[in-house]
């Protein structure tokens, strides 16, 4: 946070922000120019009052007074016009700025590997995207203006002061540089009180989701004084910073009204002298006194603004570092060309999938790893061949997996599909033909059908019951109210875990996929339903190439080949009648795991 506190960009990012800035500059340019006229018509009302003065209630007539009454409306009316597209200006390119930067972050998202979702969590992300873009938006739009306004203000009222009597104009411009070097003291120490109650308002929202989606931890491990007590400190410590924040403002603002108040006493004292004596008239000392009172308040307004603008410059930073993130794992500008890219696919030159595949003397370490998980690995998986990954767990089963799914690409080496290096097609390509089933099942919010259909959207209502009936799921949509119209709720939270796993489970048999992959599918299934399930596997794997990340042993002793893991290393290879006759640590996690089993039956 520190860091990124002490961002320093140019012109408050803004040119970082061009490229996004571009399709609105007619409206930006439209937008300043009106607030330029607007605050020179602002500037002017109190020379219709000198005149007013001067000319009717001073010469005690009324000649003139229709004239000067119309023109007073014309100017106001076409002021309230002014301010009327101007603000609607500024909200065009707020939106407009919002939608953009938003729509550019996710697009990007989606492009990016499974390592920088690693290395970030989703608050972090989640700012980026929705809060960093809003004050973006703020900033180009309404705070820019704010500071056109206000600055073309200050030089109208200052010229139209020395136009009309320099040494009175004297006694209020000495007030501005003293109000300015206030504003700035002030804003300064704000910036940094506002900067501590941010964070302590993020820990407060990030304990508060904690505290309602850790609901059931907190009241089975009985913590609920620990959870109270926690989240009262951090509101007691903002409540403190907020008071501390709140006593310099009030602080700063009588500072400013005094500074108001003196420059008015110097201007009634002065001005009174030069009336008296006949220098200026009555009209004319009503002017500086409207100007004395009025020209503080935007000079503050101005450094305030700058301020803001000045703290926006670390969201500006802070979404170019998602902006400009480049994914680990991406195609070439080859590989674009003629596959197309996640948003623009050229399918008509799609070869279809056959389903073999090869390590090639394939290394591979993390990103953010020093040791390598494999070394020189080397595998040949025909077109069909069911193969089984094991091992306990955190020993590093999904990384082969990874592999073929190119999440990940391998440090060294290659992984061929179809005998072709897999860089040299579309990832989209590669991800159309695979149907994966993730340990921890996530469903969008919507109904039964809707999430199924991510699988094929053109499915039929006969294909989605089919692939139901496959996985023994049909019984539990059949059961639900409205039937596959019935709504899983956000992450599917109104099933089970393991409903959601069987629905996630037809899902991917629904896409028809050339290579399927179980990571842990039956993890969360009871035994009756795995033994369906395997008898499914058996079904829809036929043909297909299909990886197997298995817990439960039983489930993979069919497998044509075995993959033992330990330590993030492949260790045994082989059937499984191979592996028990090797007695080693396959043979060890087998019979465990057996008789775990036959006790839990005793």
């Known amino acids: ?355 073999d595949i090869e390590f090639k003397d394939v290394s591979f370490k993390y990103p953010d790893g020093d040791e390598y998980v494999l070394e020189n690995f080397n595998l040949k998986v025909p077109k069909g061949t069911n193969v089984a990954i094991v091992g306990e767990t955190g020993a590093g089963k999904s990384t082969l997996v990874n592999l073929v799914c190119r999440f990940f690409k391998p440090t060294k080496g290659q992984v061929l599909i179809d005998g072709k290096d897999a860089a040299l097609r579309s990832q989209l390509w590669l991800h159309s033909n695979l149907g994966y089933v993730l340990q921890t099942p996530h469903l969008f919010s919507g109904s039964v059908r809707d999430n199924l259909k991510y699988g094929k959207p053109d499915a039929t209502d006969e294909e989605i019951m089919g692939a139901l009936r496959l996985v023994s799921a049909e019984d539990i949509v059949k059961k639900m109210e409205k039937g596959l119209d019935s709504d899983v709720g956000e992450d599917g939270d109104m099933l089970s875990t393991g409903e959601k796993q069987l629905l996630s489970f037809a899902r991917a048999i629904l896409a028809d996929p050339r290579i399927l992959i179980l990571d842990e599918a039956t993890s969360s299934i009871d035994t009756v339903t795995e033994r369906a399930i395997q008898d499914a596997i058996v079904t829809v794997t036929k043909g297909r190439t299909s990886f197997v990340i298995a817990h439960r042993l039983s489930t993979i002793v069919d497998a044509d080949i075995i993959l033992v893991v330990r330590d993030g290393k492949i260790t045994e290879r082989g059937k499984h009648a191979e592996l028990m006759k090797q007695k080693g640590y396959y043979y060890e996690l087998f019979t465990r795991q057996f008789d775990e089993r036959s006790f839990s039956l005793i």
């Open 1 to 355: 946070m520190k860091e990124e506190n002490n961002v320093k960009l140019p012109f408050f990012g803004i040119p970082k922000l061009y490229t996004y800035i571009k399709p609105y500059l007619p409206k930006i340019i439209l937008m300043v120019s009106l607030g330029v006229i607007s605050s020179l018509f602002d500037s002017v009302f109190p020379i219709f009052n000198r005149f007013a003065l001067d000319n009717f209630v001073a010469k005690k007539t009324l000649e003139g007074l229709p004239l000067f009454i119309v023109l007073y409306f014309v100017i106001l009316i076409i002021q309230v016009v002014d301010n009327y597209v101007t603000c609607d200006l500024c909200g065009q390119v707020e939106m407009g700025m919002d939608r953009d930067l938003r729509n550019a972050s996710f697009n990007h998202l989606q492009e990016l590997s499974f390592d920088y979702f690693n290395r970030n969590n989703v608050g972090y992300i989640h700012a980026r995207v929705m809060s960093d873009t809003g004050k973006i938006g703020v900033m180009v739009s309404w705070r820019m203006m704010d500071i056109i306004w206000n600055g073309a203000y200050i030089v109208w009222v200052l010229v139209m002061m020395l136009v009309m009597n320099v040494r009175l104009a004297a006694f209020v411009i000495v007030m501005v540089p003293v109000a300015a070097v206030i504003a700035m003291y002030f804003q300064k120490k704000l910036l940094v009180l506002n900067r501590k109650i941010r964070e302590i308002n993020s820990t407060i929202t990030g304990n508060f989701n904690e505290g309602i989606t850790g609901a059931k931890a907190i009241k089975s491990l009985v913590v609920e004084d620990k959870i109270k007590e926690d989240f009262e400190k951090d509101t007691e410590k903002m409540r403190r910073e907020s008071v501390h924040s709140t006593h310099y403002s009030a602080l700063f603002t009588s500072l400013i009204t005094m500074l108001s108040s003196f420059a008015l006493a110097l201007v009634l004292w002065k001005g009174g002298n030069l009336t008296e004596s006949g220098i200026i008239q009555i009209g004319t000392l009503s002017v500086f006194l409207s100007y004395a009172l009025g020209l503080l308040e935007p000079v503050q307004n101005v450094i305030v603004t700058i301020s803001e603008m000045i703290a926006v410059q670390v969201n500006v930073e802070r979404l170019f570092r998602l902006l400009e993130t480049e994914s680990d794992v991406s195609d070439s500008i080859e590989v674009i060309e003629k596959y197309g890219d996640t948003f623009n696919p050229k399918k008509e030159n799609w070869e279809p999938l056959i389903g």
